[in-house]
């Protein structure tokens, strides 16, 4: 049950401003602004420092819509490139910038958007801060990022570094290179992540699904440095730079990751909201921040969001079992074998395979074919998972 409204306490209030909880306080400022919404995050600014990108084929018109006022550039097309496959997929491609985030959300919620407020524990009626203070709210809802349930997941790790390199001269390309995995594989299957932001200014992220988490960022800025100079780039500077290791799931529990009697709700990674396979989770929070706007008012809105999180985590099952395979059957350098068979496959299953919405059709004809993995290891390593 709700507590009585307090005159001037939010209707909800979103504890954590990263990709989630900013893009749920911008649903409702678009879809329904008669609802008090709060923003607090514990960072200097909104969305940390972060490149975050999609397929334009993960998102329905209004989910569009709604990153538009986000995206720092797009593409058409992209490609992929593997020793035995290359490839232009014309699919639109987008990349947002934490930096528009940080903006966008500031004009939309003016001062109910408030950082350097570092929250300490989060109720379904407020939240305690690091101080000792506590903000009152009809509801609350925590979108604090990956939180302890990361450590219940049986999983592998996608982990990067990306450096935005400013050249001497233009590079000549015209769309990102979503995978380029003809370089050395080394730590599991490793590919570069490239886009292209100005004529003469790339996005470089050099990706590896690894069963270690630890990230050697000295080592892996080498990497990046070794492929420029081999594709002939003159690096002059360095602007940006971001690391970071996400879970590539294998197994788990939702019922652990997210207890029922657990009465706060949760948006982002930390409702398990993202794919299996790719770890993005921007498509997610921008369809869980809309559908929530648009279910407005709930009466508890935890078991809205917990029984939405439940759905992803059941559809997500055909994931996580090619997840098994690519960390426990393929060996570590010839996990790239899956990518490049994968890429086989028409553009219209791709892009469902990205959106998370493979049909059965689809994950017959992604088993299908020459297997890049022996058939009775890839069983051995199904029937092993948790
Ligand atoms: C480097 C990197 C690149 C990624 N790129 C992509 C991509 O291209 N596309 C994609 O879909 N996904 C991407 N992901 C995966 C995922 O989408 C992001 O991690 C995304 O930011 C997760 O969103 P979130 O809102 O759940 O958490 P976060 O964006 O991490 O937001 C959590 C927020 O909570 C705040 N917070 C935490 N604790 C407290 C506290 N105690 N008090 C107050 N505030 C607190 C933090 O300051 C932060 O702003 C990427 C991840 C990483 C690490």
Redesign the pocket.
């Known amino acids: 049950m709700s507590p009585p409204d307090l005159p001037n306490q939010p209707d909800l209030l979103i ?7 900013a893009l749920t306080a911008l649903a409702f400022a678009k879809l329904r602004p008669e609802v008090k919404v709060e923003l ?4 200097d600014s909104f ?2 420092n ?5 397929f334009a084929s993960d998102l329905s018109a209004e989910g569009r819509d709604l990153i538009e006022p986000l995206v720092e550039a797009r593409w058409p097309a992209y490609d992929i490139a593997f020793p035995r496959r290359r490839r232009t997929i014309a699919t639109p491609y987008a990349s947002l910038t934490s930096e528009r985030l940080d903006a966008e959300l500031r004009r939309m919620l003016g001062d109910r958007a408030r950082t350097g ?3 300490e524990n989060v109720d379904p009626h407020g939240a305690r801060l690091a101080g000792g203070d506590r903000i009152e709210s009809t509801h609350a809802i925590d ?3 990956p939180g302890r349930e990361v450590a219940g997941y049986d999983c592998g790790w996608q982990k990067f570094v990306g450096q935005e390199l400013q050249l001497a001269a233009p590079h000549g390309l015209t769309r990102p290179i979503v995978m380029d995995a003809t370089v050395d594989q080394i730590d599991g299957y490793r590919f570069i992540y490239v886009l292209p932001f100005g004529p003469d200014r790339l996005f470089v992220e050099d990706t590896y699904y690894s069963d270690d988490p630890a990230i050697d960022r000295e080592a892996i800025a080498a990497r990046i440095a070794d492929y420029a100079h081999m594709k002939g780039w003159d690096v002059t500077g360095i602007g940006r730079e ?3 290791c ?1 879970p590539v799931v294998i197994g788990g529990d939702f019922d652990a990751l997210w207890p029922a009697d657990d009465a706060v709700g949760r948006v ?3 409702a398990g909201l ?1 794919h299996p396979t790719t ?4 498509p997610h ?1 921008v369809e869980t921040a809309l559908a929530l706007a648009r279910a407005w008012p709930l009466d508890d809105p935890a078991a809205f969001l917990r029984q939405r999180a439940a759905r992803v985590w059941a559809r997500g099952g055909f994931y996580r079992m090619l997840d098994t395979m690519l960390f426990r059957a393929a060996k570590p350098h010839e996990r790239y074998r899956v990518l490049q068979h994968f890429y086989r496959l028409p553009r219209p299953l791709v892009e469902r395979f990205y959106a998370g919405k493979s049909t059965w059709v689809d994950r017959m004809k992604v088993l299908s074919g020459r297997p890049p993995i022996p058939i009775a290891v890839a069983m051995r390593a199904l029937a092993g998972r948790k």
Request: charged letters at 10%; aromatic letters at 8%.
């Open positions: 504890v954590g401003g990263g990709l989630a909880g607090i995050d514990g960072g969305g940390g972060h490149v975050w990108s999609l407020i570092v929250v979108a604090r990022g971001e690391q970071g996400i982002g990674v930390r993202f770890g993005y989770s921007l929070a």
